[in-house]
């Protein structure tokens, strides 16, 4: 891959992020429940894995040499579900059943029901040791496949997240990228209020991973990022994502009210307004 982004390539990301967004907020009003805020804060990273980053396949999602994406905070499946349905996973249509009496597409996701998903989740903490597990047998078997595990800040509170950064650490697994959703907003208040993080970079590296700090949604600054992170050979990365949740909708951002709060029909369509107007800017 370049080291920068096209004016083409941007261009299309902003599109993906916006589509991916629009269908968050229609998919949790037509279900009348689920994770709005970290949902549509990770829309752009989300875009730029899925449309750029990943080695993937979603006419063969077994592919054996497919990167893996594990989805650690698994209430914000939405975000998950948005991207690989316009990815071509499955039919976008499909949306409309989350959380819905028999969907595939419960309220955390459920590798047995979504086999293109990598993992079950929603128990907090537990991603990262997923993720380095694949990562120790990828090595085993000399493969070069990279392992993605995508994390909310709130989760950091978890202490099996440690034990599992120590171990990729000791192990020196460059071929793991974790990506922290830094929104500063958990369930309960901020991240701040409930259990302070920072500082938070110095905490990664003392566990023995480079890390790197960017603005979220900068489609370029992740990029780069994760560029950087294939770079290194001797330790794992991990990017830690300054975001801005409920991104896309002014009324709701950075408010940990919408943690786990769902529109109604009437505030989706102002929501949905304001993703589309928003991108036009």
Known sequence: MSDILNEDQIRSLKEKSRDIRVSVVEMLAEA??????GSLGMADIFAYLYFHA????????????????????????????SAMAHAGYFP???LLTLRKFGSRLQGHPHREFLPMAETSSGPLGEGLSQAVGMALA????????????????GELDEGQVWEAAMQAGKEKLAKITALVDRNNIQIDGTTDQVMPLEPLKTKWESFGWHTIEIDGH?????????????????????????????????EIEGSYRWHGKAPDKEEAERFVSAIKMQNRE
């Open 32 to 37: 009348k429940s689920g994770h709005t805020a």
């Open 54 to 81: 990943l080695k993937h396949d979603p006419k063969d999602p077994a592919w054996e040499e497919r990167d893996r994406l594990v989805l650690s905070n698994g209430h914000i499946c939405p975000v998950l579900y």
């Open 92 to 94: 976008t249509e499909e």
């Open 138 to 153: 990828f090595r085993m078997d000399k493969k070069e496949n990279r392992v993605y595990c995508l994390m909310g800040d």
């Open 218 to 250: 900068n489609l370029q600054a992740i990029h780069s990022a994760v560029q950087e992170a294939h770079e290194i050979s001797d330790k794992p990365s991990v990017i830690i994502a300054r975001t801005v949740s409920g991104k896309g909708v002014p």
